[in-house]
T-cell receptor, first 112, second 110 residues
Framework: DADVTQTPRNRITKTGKRIMLECSQT?????MYWYRQDPGLGLRLIYY???????NKGEISDGYSVSRQAQAKFSLSLESAIPNQTALYFC???????????FGDGTRLSIL | QKEVEQDPGPLSVPEGAIVSLNCTYS??????FMWYRQYSRKGPELLMY????GNKEDGRFTAQVDKSSKYISLFIRDSQPSDSATYLC??????????FGAGTTVTVRA
């Protein structure tokens, strides 16, 4: 089984809909992250969380919200989806300072 | 100017060739450097992780960091078709934010 699991893997939806992407991990890491990946732009950080009570905005948080339900679960919501939020979304986990992050296989989200 | 610049590619090489991938960066505070490999429809997978300047070798892969020039490289020796993927460089100086290059797509021709 994958250490970092994202659901759904693919989603097509319409403008204005609320969408939730889910991430769960079995690595036992405290730190969890949400990224989006766009061609030519690389990975950009949306939100990150160091523990259940510590959630922080990343560089592109507008239009997104998150919930850390447990150490192992971190969800990303698009409150009212818009077409320019069409992208690949990745969840990642890590341990301490300077440590590498470990990624799930992503959610391909298309907003029509 | 982006904080991390990566050669855009794409790169196509014959099987057995040496693949050379490069990134430059502007923030001299970066001290942890990573290379990730990403196959189509998969998440980035950690390939190499280095701290500060110097070389690190792992099998057919060698990572080099030159902090004085703000330049990192990844070399793949004896490349195989299974090495065909997008390679991302990443770096950080603090405990949450990784700065990524945009990625270089590599194709190894059999």
């Amino acid at each position: 089984d994958a250490d970092v699991t994202q659901t759904p893997r693919n989603r097509i939806t319409k403008t204005g809909k609320r969408i939730m992407l889910e991430c769960s991990q079995t690595k036992g890491h405290d730190r969890m992250y949400w990224y989006r990946q766009d061609p030519g732009l690389g990975l950009r950080l949306i939100y990150y969380s160091f523990d259940v009570k510590d959630i922080n905005k990343g560089e592109i948080s507008d239009g997104y919200s998150v919930s850390r339900q447990a150490q192992a679960k971190f969800s990303l919501s698009l409150e009212s989806a818009i077409p320019n939020q069409t992208a690949l979304y990745f969840c990642a986990t890590s341990t301490g300072v300077g440590q590498p992050q470990h990624f799930g296989d992503g959610t391909r989200l298309s907003i029509l | 100017q982006k904080e991390v610049e990566q050669d855009p590619g794409p790169l196509s090489v014959p099987e057995g060739a040496i693949v050379s991938l490069n990134c430059t960066y502007s923030n001299s505070a970066f001290q942890y450097f990573m290379w990730y490999r990403q196959y189509s429809r998969k998440g980035p997978e950690l390939l190499m992780y280095t701290y500060s300047s110097g070389n690190k070798e792992d099998g057919r892969f060698t990572a080099q960091v030159d902090k004085s020039s703000k330049y990192i490289s990844l070399f793949i020796r004896d490349s195989q078709p299974s090495d065909s993927a997008t390679y991302l460089c990443a770096m950080t100086f603090n405990d949450y934010k990784l700065s990524f290059g945009a990625g270089t797509t590599v194709t190894v021709r059999a």
